[in-house]
């Protein structure tokens, strides 16, 4: 049986017929019927491009419909779909491209110059482009191509995705996701939240994360539903769209700034069945506030780019502020002594651990990674702290890793910091995450100077600039003589943090 994750998808799109798949404020989208003529073309061209099966297909592009289409094709023929954030500098790429080893980069009309000379530096065969008006090379080797209408068997274990997160040690992994992985995540959570035909996705996430391109897009296609595809978040836009719309996904930062707007009301909201947050806690503050003034109680869920979801809160029930719910159906989980692995008693504080269909098969090219954080017995050591209540919700009350998020966008200190201590002058610095009202958690670096030296903030950030992302680039630089140890010699960040607690709200 082919186990290609794409053949369901084929089934659900035939199915469809001439239902509206994507859509755009500009009036250009596709079909569902539209949408598979195109893929068997992208699909043409990626194999006459030499993507053959188990190839990696890395995309740094803008968001369009046709980037859907592209992830749909690289699928079908077997591919392994490999997102890169638009935000990621030349350096960052070149970091990639050289891991990953894809047999084929698509990039922006933009950057196909500097996109060559990575691929030439880093062995990948072929670059092409993809612009945000169905343009670049890729949609014209398309329109040429012999149009692919098999699908390439895989199995339930093959690979169908690598997305990178950043790591402890500065180095981002690869996690391997399988057509299994998302196609049992996928169906899950189209059933336990109720996505039907009728169904209208509101997207205004990026789709080059697991929530704008998996849970979004993957769960939108097991339903046959349909998706408004907005550039970015914008209020402006969302309050226009949400009496067309049912459903909305965001990070807790667009319910923060919805819940600060004057327009949401019970009217505005009246057509929508569904707001569902993730990726950074979500306030209970905020949860209340959004359901007092609409009605609506934001369902709150929890997952990981190596585990897609996890545990959610109950479409029919309570869904309780500040807590992530319950595992999904066929996901289990336990709370456990991080050294021992042995679950705490209930409602204490310990380390989530997850088992399930759902989690990944390890980091591309890092055995012993994946042996740290994915267990014999199964289970995915998520590097989150929580308790379980009395009710059976569970609750995220902290991370036993060094990590800060942003705006939902994960950024490991230590990346940040080995960068900074690159800069002349530049003794040490330690990166943290403070209260931010709009982003969650502000990324911000506390610098110690080379003695004698005078530094400044604004040189600290230009030496960032083009060398990390934008959203990892500390928002202020402070400056100290010395960083706070414990006795072991290790930064006192939770000091750090409490110092510096008021700087962005
Ligand atoms: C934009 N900027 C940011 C961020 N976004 N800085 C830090 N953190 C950010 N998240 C920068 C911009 O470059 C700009 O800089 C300045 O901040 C102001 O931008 P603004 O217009 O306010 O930003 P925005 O375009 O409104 O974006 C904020 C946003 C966006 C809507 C929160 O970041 C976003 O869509 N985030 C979603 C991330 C996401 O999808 N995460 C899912 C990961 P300047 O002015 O200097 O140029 S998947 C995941 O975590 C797991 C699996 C899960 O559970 O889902
Ligand atoms: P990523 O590696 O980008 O997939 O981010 C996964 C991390 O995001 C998790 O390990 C959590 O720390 C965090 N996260 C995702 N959803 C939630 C949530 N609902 N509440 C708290 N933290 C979350």
Redesign the pocket.
Known sequence: MNQNLFATFARRMRERGDADFITTRQGRGYRYDEALAIITRLAGALIELGVTPGDRVAVQVEKSPEAILLYLATLRVGGVYLPLNT?YTGEEIHYFLADAEPALFVCRPGDAENARSIAADTGCPQVATLGTAADGSLMEAAERATPRDDIIERDDNDLAAILYTSGTTGRSKGAMLTHRNLGSNAATLAEVWRFSEEDRLIH???IF????LF?ACNVTLMAGASMLFLP??DADVIFEEMPRGTVLMG?P??YTRLVADERLTPEITANMRLFVS???PLTAETHRAFEQKTGHAILER????ET??NLSNPYDGERRAGTVGMPLPGVEYRITDRETHESVPKGEIGMLEIRGPNVFVGYWRMPEKTREELLEDGFFVTGDLAMVDERGYIHIVGRDKDLVI?????VYPKEVEQVIDELEGVHESAVIGLPHT??GEG?TAVVVPEPGTNLDEAQVLDHLQGQLA??KQPKRVFFADSLPRNTMGKVQKNQLREQYQDTYR
């Open positions: 935000g205004a996430l990026p994360h697991t929530h704008g849970v970015k978040f990070v930062t667009f993730g990726s950074a929890y997952g990981m780019t897609n979801m942003s705006g939902g966008y994960n709009d982003l990324v934008k959203y």
